[in-house]
């Protein structure tokens, strides 16, 4: 368990909808980062968070947004979903650098299909 | 920008030895990470670089070489629970995190 939490575990939607992801980020740690992992693919980075602010921004849809609220839990907001944002969703939080090393920890994942 | 080369797929046998390599192209970056993921499950890290050279943890070491574009986990005594995807990462913290597109090792007993 990486102390970081995701819901819902599994999410199904049509086409058109619009959901939220929500992700807790694990004690102490400041950053939230977003993925996105579709079937056999690698690991999307989707954005950043670090204290409530945007810090920075892979491939992330217009369709798509984020934030994170001040008591460091972060949302995935997804818009007019179409068939090919069905994927595995993940949200990871690291904690300041030190050394100049910082690993991120991952949750378990919200599995969004569309249909 | 940032592109990664890794292996499609390894296999190795239990008890063995095995090096995954993988190379990247890219205009710079503090970190070079590594993760396991079994399949439909989380990443978990393993390792990272931030110099050059082996940082070595437990029956995992990985190595980086920034002049060559190379890094490399070594996997020791293999087991079964190895069989999983090994992905490699670089990022800067607050900026863009690229990962890989990941190696997937069998082992067979």
């Known amino acids: 368990d990486s102390g970081v939490t995701q819901t819902p575990k599994h999410l199904i939607t049509a086409t058109g909808q619009r959901v939220t992801l929500r992700c807790s980020p694990r004690?102490?740690?400041?950053?939230v980062y977003w993925y996105q992992q579709s079937l056999d693919q690698g690991l999307q980075f989707l954005i950043q968070?670090?204290?409530?602010?945007?810090?920075a921004k892979g491939n992330i849809l217009e369709r798509f947004s984020a934030q994170q609220f001040p008591d460091l839990h972060s949302e995935l907001n997804l818009s007019s979903l179409e068939l090919g944002d069905s994927a595995l969703y993940f949200c990871?939080?690291?904690?300041?650098?030190?050394?100049?090393?910082?690993?991120?920890?991952f949750g378990p994942g919200t599995r969004l299909t569309v249909t | 920008g940032q592109n990664i080369d890794q292996p499609t797929e390894m296999t190795a046998t239990e008890g063995a030895i095995v090096q995954i390599n993988c190379t990247y192209q890219t205009s710079g970056f503090n970190g070079l990470f590594w993760y396991q993921q079994h399949a439909g499950e989380a990443p978990t890290f393993l390792s990272y670089?931030?110099?050059?050279g082996l940082e070595e943890k437990g029956r995992f070491s990985s190595f980086l070489s920034r002049s060559k574009g190379y890094s490399y986990l070594l996997l020791k005594e293999l087991q079964m629970k190895d069989s999983a995807s090994y992905l490699c990462a670089v990022g800067n913290y607050g900026q863009n995190f690229v990962f890989g597109p990941g190696t997937r090792l069998s082992v067979l007993p």
């Open positions: 004690s102490g740690d400041l950053s």
């Open positions: 670089n931030v110099l050059d």
């Open positions: 990871a939080s690291s904690p300041r650098p030190t050394s100049g090393g910082y690993e991120q920890y």
């Open positions: 968070y670090y204290n409530g602010e945007e810090r």
